[in-house]
């Protein structure tokens, strides 16, 4: 929910006058203490949210996938340059889910199977 600047600003105003601390107006107003210290910081509203681009080039990600299908996110992560988080949400854009074999092999290693989704002309 977001306030007013008014009501920001009347709040904040009161703070001021009566030397109330952060805790009191909040309980006063019934709004977060961390609210109130915020507003104190920077009265006025976000209005854009300061991302960078995106690193990771989903087509060089998909051809990645099909070469090494087995790769941890780590390590895709690190032939792209991005984070972990990051290429899990690439991974997530694209529609690509891990499988894995429920079978035990013999040696103890399960298979894992990476499944892209199916293409649209395909």
């Not at 805790?23 to 009265?43: D, E, H, L, M």
């Not at 990645?64 to 290429?87: C, K, L, N, T």
Request: aromatic share 10%; charged share 30%; proline share 2%.
């Amino acid at each position: 929910m977001s306030y007013d600047i008014k009501m920001r600003q009347h709040i904040l105003k009161i703070r001021a006058l009566e030397g109330l601390s952060f805790s009191k107006v909040a309980k006063r107003f019934g709004i977060s203490k961390q609210t109130v210290y915020n507003w104190s910081k920077r009265i006025e509203e976000k209005k854009t949210r300061i991302k960078s681009t995106i690193k990771i080039d989903m087509k060089e990600l998909k051809e990645d996938i099909e070469m090494y299908p087995d790769s941890y996110q780590y390590e895709r992560a690190a032939r792209f340059g991005a984070s972990q988080g990051g290429m899990w949400y690439a991974l997530k854009r694209l529609g690509v889910t891990y499988k894995k074999n429920p079978q035990a092999s013999q040696g103890g290693f399960r298979k894992t199977i990476c499944v892209l989704p199916k293409s649209e002309g395909a």
